[in-house]
């Protein structure tokens, strides 16, 4: 996708993180621990903040989350969203605790309490989420659909937005999230034809790694390719950390953000004489975290071993006993197969210090 087919949106801020207006496609997660304990909510957002995570979202089920706030706001360093269902004055509390964003639907709150709600908003500098969600479509948008289709989404989402625009509120992004991928990216079409408020990308209730690392390259990665998402966010049942590097792929995959490293490596054959999966998983393991770009290629045989490697920033083609170490396609000297991993990796870490100090 070329840059300027990029669909154009409102700009917004959730505090120095710019979503929509041309900004790059920001990276969202949500923590899995239980936000009244302050402690293990912190260092998992930190956990999360060293992966790349841009933005965050926590659960804020009762008063006792909602009082935790505070303390976590002021000891991280990304923006915090807190996502409330049903109760109106969590989300008062919230806001009042400084977070930056806040996911409502507005839809499971009561009417009369919305205007108390965007005036809130409008005074703090707060954005709305509004997340619009198949598992909990109003009844009478399912029974008008026949069940949770991209158009039932879609209906919900637009009621949902009038509500909100009604009370003169525009500092809103949206989601459309089903767990069914072509749903959730019909629902997005649809929705990026009607408006133009930022869009939150996700496919929800993923499953695991590999489940969810397919669905979300297939949901997401089609939206975006298409110009359409703004910011995204993986699910992965689980550890969250583990949503960024399927993230983080997406984009560079599409070459919306290069982030982090890029390791291209063979599926093996025959002719592969090394421990090349061994080889490849401690690239990937020592590299974990590292945010500048880097293409590195690390293969099995000289068959497209230098091929591969001249279109990387610095490859390895191994043999038995022994390889070449590449840099941008140039031989950079013979390595013995005992020492590939350190010599690749030394190269590697050279090449990123180089490019910091750029």
Do not use: W
């Not at 990308?201 to 979300?216: H, N």
Request: include cysteine.
């Amino acid at each position: 996708m070329d840059k300027d087919d990029k669909r154009l949106t409102r700009k917004l801020f959730l505090g120095n993180v710019q979503i929509g207006g041309g900004a790059p496609v920001s990276v969202q997660s949500m923590t899995s621990t239980d936000t009244r304990d302050v402690g293990k909510t912190v260092a998992q957002i930190r956990r999360l903040e060293r992966a790349g995570c841009e933005i965050v979202r926590v659960a804020v089920p009762d008063d006792e989350a909602a009082a935790a706030l505070p303390a976590i706001r002021k000891r991280i360093c990304i923006p915090l969203i807190a996502d409330i269902h049903f109760q109106h004055r969590l989300a008062l509390s919230a806001m009042a605790a400084g977070v930056e964003g806040i996911r409502i639907n507005p839809g499971n709150m009561k009417k009369s309490a919305l205007p108390e709600v965007v005036r809130a908003a409008r005074d703090q500098g707060t954005v709305i989420r509004i997340g619009v969600n198949a598992g909990s479509l109003e009844r009478e948008v399912l029974a008008r659909h026949g069940g949770p289709t991209a158009a039932a989404l879609v209906e919900s989402a637009l009621a949902h937005i009038r509500l909100m625009e009604d009370l003169d509120f525009l500092s809103l992004k949206v989601s459309l999230k089903s767990s069914d991928v072509p749903t959730t990216i019909s629902a997005y079409r649809l929705l990026a034809d009607r408006v133009d408020y930022p869009l939150h990308l996700g496919v929800t209730e993923a499953g695991t790694m590999l489940s969810a690392a397919i669905k979300s390259a297939l949901g997401i990665g089609a939206l975006l390719h298409q110009g359409i998402g703004d910011t995204i966010r993986v699910s992965v049942t689980g550890d969250p950390v583990r949503e960024l590097p399927i993230a983080y792929g997406i984009l560079r995959a599409l070459k919306l953000r290069l982030v982090g490293p890029e390791i291209i490596s063979c599926p093996t054959c025959g002719r592969c004489e090394i421990d090349l999966p061994k080889l490849v998983q401690t690239v990937e393991r020592r590299l974990r975290g590292e945010r500048t770009y880097i293409k590195v290629a690390v293969m099995g045989c000289i068959v497209n071993g230098p091929g591969e490697a001249a279109e990387a920033d610095v490859g390895i083609a191994g043999g038995r006993g022994a390889g070449m170490l590449f840099r941008k396609g140039k031989i950079i000297r013979r390595v013995k197969e005992t020492d590939f991993a350190t010599e690749l990796l030394a190269e590697i870490r050279s090449i990123i210090q180089e490019k910091k100090e750029a």
